[in-house]
């Protein structure tokens, strides 16, 4: 199996800063890595696919980067409808499609 | 807009048989992988497997001994089946699309499965 590794686990940030969540797998997986938004209660939302690919009427202010088995999730200017679980997800190798453990983001 | 529903027991005693069943409505069942995913109460998500609309499926390892997941395209439906629940089988159960991009780009609601007596 790929193992995923998000850091943080958890942070604390206030409406209108820049955060960086960090997905590391323990294999290449080229640029085959998925981001989820998951509020309290509610189904996981695709923001993000292939990386750096923002899913159609997510806003711009989301954005991926990263290759190999580096990845990270930038949000810049954080608006209050943000605070959220995230979860990276790999798609290169099956089975199984496997998540990162997620990153909760709360506001300070 | 595709949507997807989820239905079935809420709960299912030790050692049976969970069965949930995901209907998909607003699009085709066809040429799409078709994924079950859950959640225990808490924690994070936990890919269980899927079936492409030949109904050929794969699995999680760690519960594929235990899991079957099928397709009817006449109803545009697919199915879950988990043998030999216990306890830590208890979590919210979701069906979801795997779309073009290899991310799961629908969801359903999600339904809660509790294993208890």
């Known amino acids: 199996d790929i193992q995923m590794t998000q850091s943080p686990s958890s942070l604390s940030a206030s409406v209108g800063d820049r955060v960086t969540i960090t997905c590391r797998t323990s294999h290449i997986i080229s640029r085959y890595l998925n981001w989820y938004q998951q509020k309290p209660g509610e189904v996981p939302k695709l923001l993000i696919y292939?990386?750096?690919k923002l899913q159609s009427g997510v806003p711009s202010r989301f954005s991926g980067s990263g290759s190999g088995t580096d990845f990270t999730l930038t949000i810049s200017g954080l608006q209050p409808e943000d605070f959220a679980t995230y979860y990276c997800q790999q798609s290169y190798s099956v089975p199984p499609y496997t998540f990162g453990q997620g990153t909760k983001l709360d506001i300070k | 807009q595709v949507q997807l529903q989820e239905s079935g027991p809420g709960l299912v005693k030790p050692s049976e048989t969970l069965s949930l069943t995901c209907t998909v409505s607003g699009g085709s069942i066809s040429n799409y992988y078709w994924n079950w995913i859950r959640q225990p109460p808490g924690k994070g998500l936990e890919w269980i497997g899927y079936v492409y609309d030949s109904g050929s499926t794969i699995y999680n390892p760690s519960l594929k001994s235990r899991v079957t997941i099928s397709v009817d395209k006449s109803t545009n439906q697919f199915s879950l089946n988990l043998s030999s629940v216990t306890a830590a089988d208890t979590a919210v159960y979701y069906c979801?699309?795997?779309?073009?991009?290899?991310?799961?780009?629908?969801w359903g609601q999600g339904t809660m499965v509790t294993v208890s007596s």
């Open positions: 292939d990386t750096s």
């Open positions: 979801a699309r795997r779309g073009r991009s290899n991310a799961f780009d629908f």
